[in-house]
């Protein structure tokens, strides 16, 4: 029998569990032997009809192990990456070595973690912090391959809108596509802890019904992608991760710098969310990235802006218990 992981590999792991992932489905698992927390794909939490590339998995693998590394630092140890691969999803994506209590336990970067969610509400208009590019781009200088672009110009956002409303149309359109997504939605009372609850959709219980059903049965599609136009219409900015190539070790990478970026923007008090439709459905990222003027693949978008309101609601996430193998 292994001994079972010691407090400090636990603590870290349940920050790290509060990554984001591709509409929740948190497709990873960890093992943990001495100072060392080996993170792994879990493939019953894949998606075949969302995702056939699996972009969007190793987006999510980023995103968890940046979290990783983050919550390790913000308690205090030093956490460093001493494996990584990014060849195939049957071996561990990386092995990193934590060195317990080399430096002060950095509250407010715990707070950061903790706090950091997608709120999918309106937004009201606001002015953008003029150094909010620069210090997203400074977050993430580490990672090779890597831009990060801005855009609070009316013109590029309703562009981009337009974008979003073809985008999201095209994808309902789509039966597997539908019955998968459908089948990631919760009901609010439901005690599943992956996929989204109606709640987080900002559905009420039976809206919450409703929106598994009718994206199952197609129903109401000029109406939902009229919904996520109006989204990101209403945004004061549009942030985005591009990178240099378009294979997993690049959509790693961004999926590192998605994280860091989403807590600078926590950090300065707005709120952000992403919809993928833009970037992932046939050909529209082409438009975007000739809008934002780079060769570059976008990655991922994310809208910022400031809630209209303050109610915080979070995916519930799966245990420590339930992640480690």
Same mark, same amino acid.
């Not at 509409?23 to 493939?43: C, D, R, Y």
């Not at 049957?90 to 070595?97: D, G, H, K, L, R």
């Given at each position: 029998?292994?001994?079972? #992981? /010691?407090?400090?590999?636990?603590?870290?792991?349940?920050?790290?569990?509060?990554?984001? $992932? @591709?509409?929740?489905?948190?497709?990873?698992?960890?093992? =943990?032997?001495?100072? $060392?927390?080996?993170?792994?794909?879990?493939?019953?939490?894949?998606?075949?009809?969302?995702? #056939?590339?699996?972009?969007?998995?190793?987006?999510?693998?980023?995103?968890?192990?940046?979290?990783?590394?983050?919550?390790?630092?913000?308690?205090?140890?030093?956490? &460093?990456?001493?494996?990584?691969?990014?060849?195939?999803?049957?071996?561990?994506?990386?092995?990193?070595?934590?060195?317990? +209590?080399?430096?002060?336990?950095?509250?407010?970067?715990?707070?950061?973690?903790?706090?950091?969610?997608?709120?999918? +509400?309106?937004?009201?208009?606001? /002015?953008?912090?003029?150094?909010?590019?620069?210090?997203?781009?400074?977050?993430?200088?580490?990672?090779?391959?890597?831009?990060?672009?801005?855009?609070?110009?009316? /013109?590029?956002?309703?562009?981009? =809108?337009?974008?979003?409303?073809? +985008?999201?149309?095209?994808?309902? $359109?789509?039966?597997?596509?539908?019955?998968?997504?459908?089948?990631?939605?919760?009901?609010?009372?439901?005690?599943?802890?992956?996929?989204?609850?109606?709640? @987080?959709?900002?559905?009420?219980?039976?809206?919450?019904?409703?929106?598994?059903?009718?994206?199952?049965?197609?129903?109401?599609?000029?109406?939902?992608?009229?919904?996520?136009?109006?989204?990101?219409?209403?945004? $004061?900015?549009?942030?985005?991760?591009?990178?240099?190539?378009? &294979?997993?070790?690049?959509?790693?990478?961004?999926?590192?710098?998605?994280?860091?970026?989403?807590?600078?923007?926590?950090?300065?008090?707005? =709120?952000?969310?992403?919809?993928?439709? #833009?970037?992932?459905?046939?050909?529209?990222?082409?438009? &975007?990235?000739?809008?934002?003027?780079? #060769?570059?693949?976008?990655?991922?978008?994310?809208? @910022?802006?400031?809630?209209?309101?303050?109610?915080?609601?979070?995916?519930?996430?799966?245990? &420590?218990?339930?992640?480690?193998?």
């Amino acid at each position: 029998m292994k001994p079972h #992981p /010691s407090p400090i590999i636990i603590d870290i792991l349940d920050y790290a569990r509060l990554a984001p $992932s @591709v509409h929740n489905t948190q497709p990873w698992s960890f093992t =943990a032997e001495g100072m $060392s927390i080996t993170l792994l794909v879990n493939k019953a939490r894949l998606l075949v009809d969302g995702d #056939p590339t699996g972009r969007e998995l190793w987006i999510s693998l980023g995103v968890c192990l940046e979290t990783l590394i983050t919550a390790a630092q913000a308690l205090g140890h030093k956490a &460093v990456i001493t494996e990584q691969q990014t060849d195939t999803t049957e071996q561990p994506i990386a092995v990193v070595t934590i060195t317990p +209590g080399v430096q002060p336990r950095q509250q407010q970067l715990i707070n950061l973690v903790t706090q950091r969610h997608s709120y999918r +509400g309106p937004m009201q208009p606001i /002015s953008l912090p003029g150094s909010l590019l620069a210090t997203c781009r400074d977050a993430a200088k580490d990672l090779s391959g890597i831009s990060i672009h801005l855009t609070d110009a009316r /013109s590029d956002i309703e562009a981009i =809108a337009d974008l979003t409303y073809k +985008g999201m149309r095209l994808a309902l $359109s789509s039966p597997a596509f539908r019955h998968e997504l459908a089948d990631l939605i919760n009901y609010n009372w439901s005690k599943a802890r992956v996929g989204m609850h109606g709640f @987080v959709l900002n559905r009420r219980a039976l809206g919450s019904v409703w929106e598994k059903w009718s994206i199952k049965l197609g129903l109401d599609i000029r109406k939902k992608a009229l919904a996520d136009r109006i989204k990101i219409s209403n945004a $004061s900015g549009l942030l985005f991760i591009a990178t240099e190539g378009d &294979v997993p070790r690049y959509w790693l990478a961004a999926g590192r710098a998605y994280y860091q970026t989403c807590l600078v923007i926590t950090k300065v008090g707005l =709120a952000h969310s992403t919809i993928a439709a #833009p970037v992932e459905a046939a050909s529209f990222h082409e438009d &975007v990235e000739r809008l934002l003027h780079t #060769p570059h693949r976008i990655q991922t978008m994310i809208r @910022v802006g400031k809630a209209a309101h303050q109610q915080r609601k979070f995916s519930p996430r799966l245990t &420590v218990e339930e992640l480690l193998t």
